[in-house]
């Protein structure tokens, strides 16, 4: 199995920026699909943003195109999260997520789901 582990969250004011990392072990990680989903409270969770297997495709939701970069470093097994611009609505526990290989572009299911970061945006 794999294991994942996020960092980085916090409290930001609005306009800030933070950047959340997700260590993997366990398996090869350049195998998997990385990305990030978000749980607001009272709201459900949403798809943040996905990586490709070597990081060549990324893959975005709507509302965080432009603030948001996804990316990896297979040799660190880790993916980050860069958040630019954020808004009270960003404020959200952050998990990351991982795909083996089979699951597909974007992936159809993600296996592996992290504990989660808290992210917090103040207006």
């Known amino acids: 199995q794999v294991q994942l582990v996020e960092s980085g969250g916090g409290l930001v004011q609005a306009g800030g920026s933070l950047r959340l990392s997700c260590a993997a072990s366990?398996?090869?990680?350049?195998?998997?699909?990385m990305g990030w989903f978000r749980q607001a409270p009272g709201k459900e969770r949403e798809f943040v943003a996905a990586?490709?297997?070597?990081?060549?495709?990324?893959y975005y939701l709507n509302s965080v195109k432009g603030r948001f970069t996804i990316s990896r470093d297979n040799a660190k097994n880790t993916v980050y999260l860069q958040m630019n611009s954020l808004k009270p609505d960003d404020t959200a526990v952050y998990c990351c997520v991982a795909a083996p290989r089979f699951r597909g572009w974007p992936p159809t299911r993600y296996d592996y789901w992290g504990q989660g970061t808290q992210v917090t945006v103040s207006s």
């Open positions: 366990g398996r090869t990680f350049s195998d998997y699909a």
């Open positions: 990586i490709t297997w070597s990081g060549g495709t990324t």
